[in-house]
Nanobody, 123 residues
Framework: VQLVESGGDLVQPGGSLRLSCAAS????????MTWVRQAPGKGLEWVSV????????EYADSVKPRFTISRDNAKNTVYLQMDSLKPEDTAVYFC?????????????????WGQGTQVTVSS
């Protein structure tokens, strides 16, 4: 299973970015997918999760209502639309999958992880 994130960039406060995570080698349509981030010098912070059908979605309080998670099972891709970005959103963003479709905010629930994409929010 391979997960590849893209879309990270340098953006000004108040700006928007859309991250993508492309999956291969898995039964993507039955996987729960999550986004997790790691700010400089800090630990992993869970951001959002979406179930296999896109019906069940959860967000960390720190990103509500600015971020939106979605998925396209035909493209084996999960997205994270990030609006009204703040400097504190600066982090490496990772996607991860749970092959049993279990959703949650615990890092140990996720089997496969991507390499991450850097998001920097700064003027």
């Amino acid at each position: 299973v391979q997960l590849v994130e893209s879309g990270g960039d340098l953006v000004q406060p108040g700006g928007s970015l859309r991250l993508s995570c492309a999956a291969s080698g898995s039964t993507f349509s039955t996987d729960a997918m999550t986004w997790v981030r790691q700010a400089p010098g800090k630990g992993l912070e869970w951001v959002s999760v979406i179930d296999d059908s896109g019906t069940l979605i959860e967000y960390a309080d720190s990103v509500k209502p600015r971020f939106t998670i979605s998925r396209d099972n035909a493209k084996n891709t999960v997205y994270l639309q990030m609006d009204s970005l703040k400097p504190e959103d600066t982090a490496v963003y990772f996607c991860a999958s749970n092959q049993y479709g279990v959703i949650g905010s615990r890092m140990d629930q996720y089997d496969y992880w991507g390499q991450g994409t850097q998001v920097t929010v700064s003027s």
